[in-house]
């Protein structure tokens, strides 16, 4: 039987992440003002976005819905 991957170090992953950095940057929101309207510490969201703590669909959703932005958006051209 083939060995499970982590696909929290595949290429598209670390993509959707970059991605979520970028939108927050664009917005101008910190990982300070994220983290409260997520509900969580800063160091949460520094953990998530240098790759240390994997995303879940849920989180990826709520992310996003915070970020204002569409999930089909964040993950269009992904292979």
């Known amino acids: 039987m083939p060995q499970a991957?982590?696909?929290a170090f595949e290429?598209?992953?670390?993509?959707?992440?970059?991605?979520?950095?970028a939108r927050r940057r664009a917005v101008g929101m910190s990982q300070v003002?994220?983290?409260a309207q997520y509900?969580?510490?800063?160091?949460?969201?520094s953990r998530m976005e240098r790759k240390q703590r994997?995303?879940?669909?849920?989180e990826?959703?709520?992310?996003?819905?915070?970020l204002n932005v569409d999930p089909a958006e964040v993950l269009k051209g992904l292979e």
Do not use: H, N
């Open 5 to 7: 991957r982590k696909s």
């Open 11 to 21: 290429p598209q992953y670390i993509e959707i992440i970059d991605r979520l950095i």
């Open 33 to 35: 003002e994220l983290a």
């Open 39 to 45: 509900g969580e510490e800063q160091t949460f969201i």
């Open 54 to 58: 994997r995303m879940d669909v849920w």
């Open 60 to 66: 990826f959703v709520r992310f996003c819905r915070i």
